[in-house]
Nanobody, 126 residues
């Protein structure tokens, strides 16, 4: 399985970005997807996840109401729409392919995810 994250960049506080994660090599539509991030000198943390059906999502409290995760199974792609960005959102963002499960299963732990993309840098200036 290969995951390719893209869409990062340098923006100002209050701006928006949309990250994309393109998957290949596995039946994307039957697996949950997640986004994580890692800031300098900090541990990798959960950001958002979506069930394979797209019917269930879950967000970290720090991004709830500002970020939206979605997916297009026909395109083997997941997205993370990030609005009202803050300097504390600065990090390398990683997409990850989670386990299959029920249509509403949304894994949130790093250990739940077996396949990871290479990361895309998001920098938010104040």
């Amino acid at each position: 399985v290969q995951l390719q994250a893209s869409g990062g960049g340098l923006v100002q506080a209050g701006d928006s970005l949309r990250l994309s994660c393109a998957a290949s090599g596995r039946t994307f539509s039957t697996y949950a997807m997640g986004w994580f991030r890692q800031a300098p000198r900090k541990e990798r943390e959960f950001v958002a996840a979506i069930s394979w059906s797209g019917g269930s999502t879950y967000y970290a409290d720090s991004v709830k109401g500002r970020f939206t995760i979605s997916r297009e199974n026909a395109k083997n792609t997941a997205y993370l729409q990030m609005n009202s960005l803050k300097p504390e959102d600065t990090a390398v963002y990683y997409c990850a392919l989670g386990p299959s499960g029920s249509a509403r299963y949304v894994p949130t732990r790093i250990g739940d995810y077996k396949y990871w993309g290479q990361g895309t840098q998001v920098t938010v200036s104040s």
